[in-house]
């Protein structure tokens, strides 16, 4: 059972025997909530967890008519906040809506310092001219609908941006195909929305960094080790207390001559890296060291760890249709259409930051460096390519205008 409505149209329950119970997160437009931990008691049972958006309702057979104790944990109190019971009523079929109440903390200012070189005008600028009133609902269709408290019912409605064009990919990616562009092109604009490329600004973030991961070709390709013992030991804990290791697995150059590099006269031993060094990071499994090598980065936006290929592979009938991916037994697939951009839009709508924000909430934060900077840092964790990602969100900017 999918939905909340479904349920209520198709529970009729017994007059002398409790039904089944339905307990439903929603907001107040009646859309699920993502991420509230909760722990429900009933009959000397408990369930616990966290829902998201597309599942955020939890059914119960109880075998009593004895309240039902629901808690959720407050981020602020740090410590599960108990809400009303749900009470059946025997013989009759019901729908209980509780609000969780939520409470403003009032900002405070500091003081301007006593030496601050400039003194406060006594009195304040006049406002501006008010500007004119717009003749139009500037694309917005708002919905009248209220709720018992007064407030919306439904959101505003804003028209979605045409589709991606394969005209708009080209000047992002200049050497890339044209009907590879279009592969790309079709399979964003089968759900803008839920994809959240439904904004210019969201949509130019997110090419920016596929441009950042694999260059004017957006071509998918696994992402490559070749560290020389230098590079190893600099950024890498391991290889720091590991040089002996570090000489060995890094890449050797033939002698320099006139100060220029020489060739690459062996490679670098990838497999030994991703096992020393990325074995367990990425969310790999710790009993697997391969996991770091098997795992390393692929697709358009460069997924990484068993952790992310397990995410894709689990999340997959959210988003898409079509056959499943097997990534983690086959993780390669990721660099194959139509998984390369769809592991890259799962990443953008799913995977969050620190702060909980995921790459297309982090989007609307601007246009500015420091915005694709912070983009940056969720893909790869840190600044690397951020002076070119920065030039290419300006291009893409500019392509989706």
């Known amino acids: 059972m999918s939905l909340w409505e479904d349920f209520l149209d198709d529970v009729f329950g017994d007059f002398k025997q409790p039904g089944t119970v339905m307990i439903c997160f929603v907001n107040r437009y009646l859309e699920g909530m993502d991420d509230v931990k909760y722990k ?13 958006a597309q599942s955020y309702c939890i059914e119960l057979t109880p075998t009593s008519f004895k309240p039902i104790q629901i808690f959720v944990w407050s981020r602020k109190a740090k410590a599960y906040k108990k809400l009303d019971d749900v009470v059946a009523e025997p013989g009759r079929k019901k729908l209980v809506r509780k609000m969780m109440r ?3 903390v009032p900002g405070k200012t500091d003081d301007l310092p006593d030496t601050q070189p400039n003194k406060r005008p006594d009195q304040p600028a006049p406002a501006p001219a ?3 009133s717009p003749t139009d609902p500037q694309g917005i269709t708002p919905d009248q609908t209220k709720n018992e408290n007064d407030q919306p019912q439904a959101r ?5 941006p045409g589709e991606i064009t394969v005209v708009q990919l080209k000047k992002i990616f200049p050497a890339a195909k044209d009907d590879f562009l279009q592969g790309i092109a079709d399979e964003c604009n089968k759900d803008l929305v839920k994809y959240h490329l439904d904004t210019p600004l ?18 998918p390709v696994n992402e490559s080790w070749e560290y020389s013992p230098a590079i190893l030991m600099g950024f890498s804990d391991y290889y720091k207390t590991h040089t002996d290791e570090a000489t060995q697995d890094g890449y050797l150059r033939a002698t320099s001559i006139n100060g220029k590099n020489g ?6 031993d990838q497999e030994a890296i991703g096992r020393k060094h990325f074995g367990k990071l990425n969310g790999n499994r710790a009993d697997h060291p391969n996991d770091g090598y098997n795992f390393r980065g692929r697709g358009l936006i460069q997924i990484t760890g068993f952790e992310k290929y397990s995410g894709f592979m689990n999340d997959y009938p959210k988003y898409f249709e079509g056959h499943l991916p097997d990534s983690v037994n086959n993780p390669d697939i990721v660099n194959q259409a139509p998984y390369a951009i769809q592991s890259a839009i799962w990443f953008w709508v799913t995977y969050k930051d620190r702060l909980g924000k995921c790459g297309w909430q982090l989007a609307d934060n601007g246009s500015k460096p420091i915005n694709v900077q912070e983009i940056t840092k969720l893909i ?8 070119e990602r920065q030039n290419a969100f300006i291009i893409a ?5």
């Not at 429900?40 to 998201?52: L, P």
């Not at 505003?156 to 979605?160: A, E, Y």
């Not at 060739?263 to 670098?268: G, Q, S, T």
């Not at 790869?380 to 002076?387: C, I, R, S, T």
């Open 263 to 268: 060739k690459i006269i062996r490679h670098a």
């Open 397 to 401: 900017e500019a392509a989706f205008k």
């Open 202 to 219: 969201r949509r130019a973030h997110f090419f920016a960094q596929i441009k950042g991961e694999t260059g004017a070709k957006m071509k």
């Open 380 to 387: 790869n964790g840190g600044k690397q390519g951020l002076k």
């Open 156 to 160: 505003p409605r804003r028209p979605v």
């Open 102 to 104: 939520t409470i403003k």
């Open 130 to 132: 008010p500007g004119p």
């Open 40 to 52: 429900i008691k009933f009959d000397g049972h408990e369930k616990s967890g966290v829902t998201t």
